[in-house]
Every structure is written in structure tokens, then in C-alpha cells.
């Protein structure tokens, strides 16, 4: 796996904590320190997001992608030292039970794990019960509130414990995929691209909790032309019928034209035509997706002022928001390519 991918994808930066704290960075750190050395202006505007900037032309051309993660917030404190915890983003409570987690305090990295009421211990009528996060609670080793205080404090960011790796082939898993692997694309396509136009990229904040970032962003920059960089869910596995979900890894980038049933993104006609055609034109390995739920900063960034043509590029991914995903770098790879490609062309009219 590339060395800057496996550092995105366990570097923290949940949902409002991009920028990370005094006594370790988050993602947005090294977001920057790479589009530093390809682009003429970095900087951060009063929200977090990450603006950068190369190229000068008539149009403008905007890439975004988001960098905050799923993850925890510390909530409360109990008198035996058990943390209990609010969540940020769209977590399915299911996956959180037994999870190994980190909480980014000033004082240091404390480790600890999510805790539940062992099932041998509950009732018949418990056990049928959906599990409910506010039923669980972190350990951090503490026996009381005292101890537990003076390590954690309220607000303090919790991120599911780094991974990232490769799991078989082009295939790689790694925490914080969604959307760390558009950051990757977005790096990538900021240090290739080379046309008449001013061409931004913006690493955004607060995605997952109200596409925040981006709404700021699109507004400040006012573009003719946007993408969004962003993951979308893959339906190759058992428990995801075809009609779900088509999208495959390997099988290209995901060029999602229709998001949350139309909620979302309704892609505009001629900028479907020119990411599909500029991806056949190139041999570019892709696929066409409709989804009926969720949405990417696209969602608000078309909708600024008079309205931007904008275009969603998204990475098929399996086990999206949870604490590992699992894509490919074939589809990263075409991703970059069709970003690349279809700005160029834009730039070119």
C-alpha cells in the first residue's frame, strides 16, 4: 500500500476535530503538507476546510473531498471511570460492540474498548432487543471518576483504532476509507493536473454531520465546474442484492449520477455525458450508479448561487462507515485518471 494512503486512512479527524489537537495532529496536516508541494496557495478558511489552489485561466474547476471520519465524542463520565459517548455521523450501533477504540486528548492517545452487557447476563426479552449505543460505555482501565478524569475530558474526539493494509492483491482495507481515499485522489489529481483554468482543491470538513464544509467552501469560490471525490457503497457482497447496489471493486470508478433517489445530486445531463464519454474516450474502467441513499458535499456544492455543473467520482467500498472498509486501488487509480482527463477537457473549450 502507498505510504501516504496508509497514513490518511488511520490519521484522526472525526467530523469537526479535522485540523486535530496540541498534542497530535489530524488528517488536515497532511493534506497540506502534500498539496504544498505541487500547488501555488494553501490555507485554511475560518471553518477548517483546506483550500488549495494551482493554475489560472478563465474557468474555475473545483475538487472536493471531504476528510472527516465517522467516530465518538466523549459525552460523560461515570463514577467508576466508564466513559459514555455521543456519536458523530451515521454509525450503525451494531458495529460498535467490542470495538477497539482511540480517544485524542491534549494529555495524549488513550486507549480503550467499547463495552456491552455480556448476553449471558441478560434476559430472554434483552437479548431480542436491538442494541442501543447509549446502552454501551468505553473502558479505559479506570475505577473512578477521579482517575478516569484526569486522563479524558467531555468533548474529547474518539476515533475507531488505526488499520490499513492490504488485504489480497489490489484489494486494501483501512480505517476512515470513506473518505480518505478521495483525499488520496484529490492529492493525486492536484499534483497531475496541469491546464488553463484555475483549478481549486478543497479538502472539506464536517461532511458526515451536514456536508458543512463544503457549502462554505463552494460558496467562497464561486466555480464553474466542480467534482466531488467521495466513496460510494460497493454491492459485491453476500448481503447486498444486485438491485441494491451493481457497483464492484475493480470494476472502475463509480460515476454516480443520481444520489438519495434525487435528495442529493441529480447530475446534470451534460456533465454526466462528459465524465462517461471522457472515461470510454480514454479506456477509463468505470461504472454508472444510481443511489437511493446517501449523498456526497456534491449535494450542496451544485446548488451554490446561480448553480455549478457538477459531477460526483465516487470509490466502491464494502463495510462503508464502520471501523474497516475495504477498496481497491484499480478503481482509485481510474478515479484520478477521469478527474485528470475530464478536467482537461473542460479546460480545453
Given at each position: 500500500m502507498d505510504e501516504?494512503?496508509?497514513?490518511?486512512?488511520?490519521?484522526?479527524?472525526?467530523?469537526?476535530?479535522?485540523?486535530?489537537i496540541a498534542s497530535s495532529g489530524g488528517v488536515a496536516a497532511i493534506i497540506e503538507a502534500e498539496l504544498k508541494k505541487t500547488c501555488k496557495s494553501v490555507e485554511y478558511d475560518s471553518m477548517g476546510n483546506l483550500i488549495s489552489k494551482k493554475g489560472s485561466g478563465k474557468i474555475k474547476i473545483m475538487f472536493a473531498a471531504h476528510m472527516d471520519e465517522i467516530g465518538l465524542v466523549v459525552k460523560f463520565i461515570s463514577k467508576e471511570g466508564f466513559i459514555y459517548f455521543a456519536k458523530l455521523g451515521g454509525i450503525d450501533d451494531r458495529v460498535l460492540v467490542g470495538q477497539r477504540v482511540v480517544i485524542k486528548t491534549k494529555r495524549g492517545d488513550v486507549s480503550g474498548i467499547i463495552g456491552l452487557k455480556p448476553p449471558h447476563l441478560m434476559k430472554e426479552e434483552e437479548k431480542k432487543q436491538i442494541v442501543k449505543y447509549e446502552d454501551m460505555f468505553i473502558d479505559i482501565g479506570c475505577s473512578t471518576r477521579e482517575e478516569a478524569a484526569s486522563k479524558v475530558a467531555i468533548a474529547d474526539s474518539v476515533i475507531f483504532e488505526p488499520n490499513a493494509g492490504v488485504l489480497n492483491g489490489s484489494l486494501c482495507y483501512g480505517k476512515a476509507v470513506d473518505n480518505r481515499v478521495g483525499c488520496y485522489v484529490l492529492i493525486k489529481v492536484m499534483e497531475r493536473l496541469k491546464v488553463d483554468a484555475e483549478v481549486y482543491g478543497v479538502a472539506t470538513v464536517q461532511e458526515e454531520v451536514g456536508l458543512k464544509g463544503a457549502k462554505i467552501?463552494?460558496?467562497r469560490l464561486n466555480p464553474d465546474y466542480a467534482f466531488a471525490l467521495d466513496t460510494t457503497i460497493s454491492g459485491d457482497t453476500p448481503s447486498i442484492k444486485e438491485t441494491e447496489s451493481a457497483m464492484k471493486l475493480g470494476a472502475g470508478v463509480g460515476i454516480t449520477v443520481i444520489e438519495a433517489s434525487g435528495r442529493g445530486t441529480i447530475v446534470n445531463e451534460?456533465?454526466?455525458?462528459?465524465l462517461i464519454n471522457t472515461a470510454a474516450e480514454n479506456n477509463i474502467k468505470h461504472q454508472v450508479g444510481v443511489m437511493e441513499g446517501g449523498m456526497t458535499d456534491a449535494a450542496v456544492i451544485h446548488l451554490n448561487r446561480e448553480g455549478v455543473l457538477t459531477g460526483v467520482l465516487s470509490i466502491p467500498t464494502r463495510y462503508i462507515h464502520s471501523p474497516t472498509g475495504v477498496f481497491?486501488?484499480?478503481?482509485?487509480?481510474?478515479?484520478?485518471?477521469?478527474?485528470?482527463?475530464?478536467?482537461?477537457?473542460?479546460?480545453?473549450?
Open positions: 501516504l494512503l496508509k497514513k490518511l486512512l488511520e490519521a484522526p479527524g472525526v467530523s469537526g476535530y479535522e485540523s486535530g467552501s463552494a460558496f451534460r456533465m454526466k455525458d462528459l481497491s486501488m484499480d478503481d482509485i487509480n481510474s478515479a484520478i485518471d477521469l478527474a485528470v482527463k475530464s478536467a482537461e477537457k473542460l479546460a480545453a473549450k
